[in-house]
């Protein structure tokens, strides 16, 4: 264990706050003037290993009650990490692995997310994290959350803090719920839940009690057409989009040419508007150029095919059986199961690198070729000899000269092609987390114990939905006349694609698992002036494990020897799936953990408490130990004031698959290439000019594969952290309560990505990273996991709660959470300059791979200076009615599009309403509103929002009606 120096031992002595929860304190005040109080009952709380009063310890805990959740009208717990002001996290159309927490901002794989007190099963593809959509929401009690100072109880990883789910215990009764929630204006965005709960037998008469939970959720997604006055093309041209006509992209009404290279010179529909709403007409980007450049042709509608929100489905089946057993001991057994779907909107999928060609093409026999009757011949200017390339005509102003068909002369044609029919292609991303659990606690020998056997899997299993074609197939159905690149199918066309369509197909499997058995023993081994000197050890045995497996082969191609088309590492080079790459290489993974931990809680005198922890953790696969010490004081020197500290160190070890990954994770990008098309904007693609020697077909504007991991990442170190606290919790009268908690976090080795954008703004400092072929064009792009430099995070949270005295028209109370962020700074790599990120939104790579954020899935990370959630509550007999907001500062776009001068994006906030009525016997009956002011997501010109709202920070459903209806038997 490191030396603690005595100045920062008188720091941790300083006062730092909490109140009783605020709610909790509201509602035992209220209680006191109704009914005698009850004893109170110790219990383990998030944080310490010591059984205790919930509002007695030595760090600040929130706590929110299931029942607040609902008040505040959320329809799932995403809500909760949406608006919580300690994390910042992004919404669900940020990425497929769903909601997760983010507290401090540090990056999900730095929060630690429990359920009852044990872990789960990490996501299974980066194996860091676990999304809340694996909760059961109608077994759940209450959400605690420890933000900060969590590694000496939980594990080093909790650098961020913890957030602990907690289920009910017991459960008597039959109870079924449902929830509906639409928006006000039409489209998707549909949310349908039900869910159930039974339970049977009593914990304090008959000795036991066994309850099963299920909650079932469906959402719908949400198209861009689906708001179209939120994609008025005047509102997102003062954001840079759309300044120019669009360049021809791949298109259902396709844009073809004489060779693969050129597939895009000649449209045969433009002349008829292509079609809306699969495509619209375009003179090209460079059409605005003086002198222009036109391109005439058609290119792909993206309201049609671009998502604003995905559609999901959740269930989950949590149960749990309870035995009081003579002598005060206890056992309960839980089991959870959770599927959740991300159903993923990836647009209109065309060829890639990784098909036999990034195009189609279609002979001279075909009925469908241009000028065979079916399909219009394709007007052109100037000579048209039957082996050149004439100018295709638009009119006499823009393209003057003598008019005529243009001679195919029985070319076979090129071209890019999506199917318009399947509508927008979809994959399935679908998560299972299956856990059991069996604790006993109780006495023995004058010592309290607790032990617990904890097993969990999870499984990441992708598929392609609607919209994926087999290439050879398509190209099959092009060569016999079937399918008509240039126009809807008929019925023959129609039949055949829908044929050739991969449906349901697994092109990746993940799985992690965690497994565990822990033992806790405290006793109280003297007795100082404020009462019984408590210690409390505790040891734990743990194996965190994946496993990957191998690309499945279905659609794989096969070598002249007859082996498949595959690397030396096994990734897959060639294949017929047109859209998504079939990945992975089989391997088991494993790491064992041995932690040792010990807790005291001195009670100085009856006002001073001092607490300690220590916890010491042994990576087997690092050959590591680490020790990992806490020191908290608290002090209430009057009974209206507490005061409060702790420091604390942390100890983030990378991930198994970090370290151990199998092969290398491939994405790709359109961009151009940094070298051989350089541009003033080298993030925004299609803006570069090609060097000689090149063509733009070539090195501007291409699908370039860039790798997220590695296969080999053993150099990579732990981060180390040290954090601290201190602030005070006041309550001047009665049922007025105040707390502010100052509190910083440190951390060196930050582990994040070297980002394909700082590889695009610096090609030169990182050309060691341009994977090249022997013709100079990038084969792919190394973007993976390094040890970065340093990161400071301060900041404070704030609360105040007060219920109003009571009237004869009703109770009312009022409450408020924030955090406000003092610094946010982080070097970029080892020894670098410091960057601040609050307030602000870049495409900078230093930003989005360097900090303490990197990691989140595909959009930047979002620092305001200022975040809350208010609430206002009444309540009169059988009614209840809540008005709740939640707020958050603006910020300054550092990388505003080009073509836009807007740099600031405005705050946002949000006002949810919520009546609950309880008159009907056994019935609860709750009308909401969510976004009553139907706020939309800030407007913003950074060029990472290509719909030019931040979508990740808010949704665009805009005002949203709630039903809920439970009744219990």
Request: proline share 6%; aromatic share 10%.
């Amino acid at each position: 264990m490191k030396h603690i120096g005595q100045p920062r031992l008188r720091r941790a002595l300083m006062p730092l706050a909490v109140a009783l929860a605020v709610s909790e304190m509201a509602g035992q005040a209220y209680a006191q003037e109704a009914a005698p109080a009850e004893p109170v009952q110790s219990v383990v709380v998030t944080g310490s290993l010591i059984r205790r009063v919930a509002d007695e310890g030595a760090t600040p805990l929130m706590t929110i009650k299931a029942t607040e959740l609902e008040s505040r009208g959320h329809t799932e717990l995403k809500d909760l990490v949406l608006e919580q002001p300690q994390s910042l996290s992004l919404g669900t159309n940020s990425g497929a692995a769903g909601p997760m927490t983010n507290l401090r901002g540090l990056g999900p794989m730095r929060t630690l997310t429990l359920l009852n007190g044990r872990r789960l099963a990490n996501e299974p593809l980066q194996d860091q994290y676990v999304s809340v959509n694996v909760i059961p929401r109608m077994a759940l009690d209450r959400v605690e959350t420890l933000p900060g100072g969590a590694a000496s109880i939980y594990g080093a990883d909790a650098i961020g803090g913890v957030q602990n789910f907690w289920t009910k215990r017991g459960y008597k009764g039959i109870s079924l719920k449902a929830e509906y929630a639409t928006p006000e204006m039409s489209g998707g965005g549909d949310t349908k839940s039900f869910g159930a709960i039974a339970g049977w037998g009593n914990l304090a008469s008959d000795g036991w009690n066994a309850y099963i939970a299920v909650d079932h959720q469906k959402k719908t997604a949400l198209f861009q057409a689906d708001r179209p006055e939120q994609h008025d093309p005047d509102v997102l041209r003062t954001l840079g989009l759309g300044l120019l006509p669009d360049a021809r992209n791949a298109s259902p009404l396709a844009n073809f040419g004489f060779t693969r290279s050129a597939n895009s010179n000649y449209n045969p529909t433009y002349a008829s508007g292509c079609l809306e709403p699969y495509a619209r007409p375009t003179l090209g980007n460079q059409s605005a150029n003086n002198p222009p450049v036109y391109a005439p042709g058609c290119y792909r509608n993206p309201l049609y095919y671009n998502a604003v929100t995905d559609g999901s489905k959740i269930t989950n089946v949590a149960g749990r059986a309870s035995f009081n057993l003579p002598g005060g001991h206890k056992i309960d057994v839980d089991v959870l199961h959770s599927n959740f779907t991300v159903q993923k909107f990836r647009g209109m999928q065309v060829p890639g690198t990784t098909n036999p060609f990034t195009t189609y093409s279609l002979p001279a026999s075909s009925r469908f070729y241009p000028g065979n009757g079916i399909t219009p011949a394709v007007q052109v200017v100037g000579s048209n000899t039957g082996s050149n390339t004439p100018t295709m005509y638009i009119d006499p102003t823009k393209t003057p000269g003598a008019v005529s068909n243009l001679n195919m002369n029985g070319r076979t044609v090129y071209f890019q092609w999506g199917p318009a029919e399947l509508g927008p292609a979809y994959r399935n991303d679908e998560q299972t987390n299956d856990r059991i659990v069996v604790t006993a606690e109780g006495e023995v020998l004058g010592w309290d114990y607790r032990a617990g056997l904890n097993w969990g899997m999870s499984k990441r299993d992708t598929r392609v939905g609607g919209g994926y074609l087999l290439y050879s197939k398509a190209q099959e159905g092009f060569d016999k006349g079937i399918l008509n690149p240039f126009g809807l199918q008929d019925e023959a066309g129609l039949e055949y694609l829908r044929g050739i369509e991969a449906r349901d197909y697994t092109y990746r499997l993940n799985k992690a698992y965690n497994k565990s058995v822990d033992v806790t023993l405290s006793k109280g081994l003297w007795t100082l002036p404020g009462g019984d000197l408590t210690l409390a050890l505790a040891g734990e045995l743990r194996r965190d494990a994946a496993r990957t497996y191998d690309a499945p082969l279905d659609y794989v191609y096969k070598n002249a020897d007859g082996s498949y088309k595959l690397d030396a590492a096994g990734n897959v080079l060639q294949h017929d799936l047109v859209g998504e790459t079939p990945q992975g290489v089989g391997r088991r993974l494993h790491r064992d953990i041995a932690s040792l931990l010990a807790e005291v809680d001195a009670p100085i005198t009856s006002t001073f408490l001092l607490n300690g922890a220590i916890r010491g953790d042994y990576y087997e696969d690092l050959k590591q130990t680490t020790w990992n010490p806490k020191l908290a004081a608290r002090w209430q020197p009057i009974p209206s004031l507490l005061l409060r500290s702790s420091i604390s160190t942390g100890f983030r070890a990378p991930s198994i698959m970090d370290v151990q990954n199998p092969t290398a994770e491939v994405r790709t990008i359109d961009m151009d290439d940094p070298v051989l098309c350089p541009s003033a904007q080298p993030t925004v693609s299609g803006t570069g000019t090609p060097v000689p020697g090149y063509t733009a077909d070539q090195v501007c504007n291409v699908n370039t594969e860039y790798w997220t991991k590695t296969p080999d990442n053993s150099f990579l170190k732990p981060e180390k952290s040290r954090g601290f606290s201190f602030g005070f919790g006041y309550e001047p009268i009665k049922n007025l309560s105040l707390t502010v908690d100052y509190w910083g976090l440190k951390i060196k080795d930050v582990l994040g990505a070297v980002t394909i954008a700082e590889i695009q703004q610096d090609p030169a400092k990182y050309a060691s990273f341009i994977m090249r072929r022997a013709d100079g064009t990038i084969d792919h792009i190394v973007a993976s996991q390094a040890n970065r430099g340093m990161s400071r995070v301060r900041g404070a949270d704030i609360s105040a709660s007060y219920r109003f005295p009571a009237q004869t028209w009703g109770t009312v109370d009022a409450k408020i959470d924030a955090t406000w962020y003092h610094k946010y700074e982080f070097q970029s790599e080892k020894d670098g300059p410091w960057y601040s990120n609050i307030g602000i939104i870049t495409n900078d790579g230093r930003y989005g791979g360097a900090g303490p954020n990197a990691g989140l899935a595909g959009m930047p990370q979002i620092n305001p200076r200022w975040k809350y959630t208010a609430s206002l509550g009444w309540g009169l007999g059988p009614w209840k009615a809540t008005l709740s907001q939640r707020f958050q500062t603006g910020l300054t776009d550092l990388t505003p599009r080009t073509g836009s001068t807007l740099t600031k994006v405005d705050s946002y906030s949000q006002y949810n309403v919520n009546v609950r009525y309880t008159g009907i016997k056994n019935t609860t009956v709750s009308l909401g509103v969510n976004n009553i002011t139907e706020e939309w997501p800030p407007l913003t010109a950074n060029s990472i929002y290509s719909g030019g709202y931040i979508t990740s920070m808010a949704d665009m459903m805009g005002r949203v009606y709630r039903l809920s209806v439970e009744y219990k038997f």
